[in-house]
């Protein structure tokens, strides 16, 4: 059912801005802050001469980009690939992906992330790059996988019966009939998940990386533009997150998914 906005709605967004406005105005005069905007734009891209010139914030998404986009297809393979383990009628795949699962989903991201660089990494020679890329992949790819598999189980018995009897195996099946149906339903908690990633990323500054949130902590300690530097980068990762979403919308339109 399309939602409607109406002149009160806008209204009530307006007013919770203002207020969120004023309390921060408040707060930083009792902090006697100085605020320093015009000190930013020279930390995410300038123009000499006409010429582009990035800052150290717009280098800084750059290698988040690389990290979320090589984890997400990572994340979206080790995903259906456990989904695929858990549904089979292997014992060892089933158990695998289960203690895969437990595992990744009941210990903290960072310690993951803290186990593969220093433990894993001086053994198997991964940078810290890999290692950051690897501990994504593998903590989004275990909720990825329940996302998958509650998608494929939703499809109706009859699917693949119908499938069956039409002379089709098993992966015919899966690729031909059944995903092609989740993956309208998954559409939408998938794409939260990617989301989730983009600012789970954040994390791979604690193994100094220098991403978006390495390159502000930077910025930070030399010019103490604590507040502004904060602001902007979480501006930076709306402008990420927020067409991904809207994006989804449309998606949802266009495959008419109902929620």
């Known amino acids: 059912m399309k939602k409607k906005y109406n002149s009160a709605d806008i209204g009530k967004f307006i007013f919770v801005i203002g207020i969120i406005v004023y309390f921060m105005n408040r707060s930083s005069g009792n902090m006697g802050y100085n605020w320093q ?36 297809i990572l994340a979206f393979i080790f995903g259906l690939t456990t989904a695929f383990l858990r549904l089979s009628d292997s014992l060892i795949g089933r158990i695998t992906s289960r203690l895969y ?29 890999t290692s950051a890329v690897l501990a994504l992949s593998l903590f989004e790819g275990a909720y990825a996988s329940e996302i998958f598999r509650a998608g494929i189980v939703s499809i ?19 690729f031909h009939v059944i995903l092609p149906q989740a993956i309208r339903r998954i559409l939408p908690p998938l ?17 100094a990386i220098y991403d978006l949130t390495m390159q502000g902590q930077a910025i930070i300690s030399e010019t103490f533009l604590t507040f502004e530097l904060w602001f902007t980068i979480a501006g930076i990762y709306l402008l990420i997150t927020i067409p991904l979403s809207l994006s989804v919308n449309l998606m949802e339109k266009y495959f008419r998914v109902d929620i």
């Open 37 to 72: 905007w015009y000190r930013i734009p020279q930390y995410i891209f300038t123009f000499d001469s006409g010429r582009f010139i990035p800052g150290l914030l717009f280098k800084g998404l750059g290698v988040t980009l690389q990290i979320t986009g090589i984890s997400l």
């Open 101 to 129: 699962l437990e595992i990744i989903r009941n210990t903290p991201l960072l310690v993951q992330l803290f186990f593969i660089y220093f433990v894993l990494g001086p053994i198997l020679d991964l940078s810290r790059f």
């Open 156 to 174: 109706h018995q009859g699917q693949w019966e119908a499938s069956y009897s039409l002379g089709l195996n098993t992966f015919q099946t899966y």
């Open 191 to 207: 794409t939260s998940q990617a989301i989730s990633l983009i600012k789970d990323s954040a994390l791979v500054s604690t193994i």
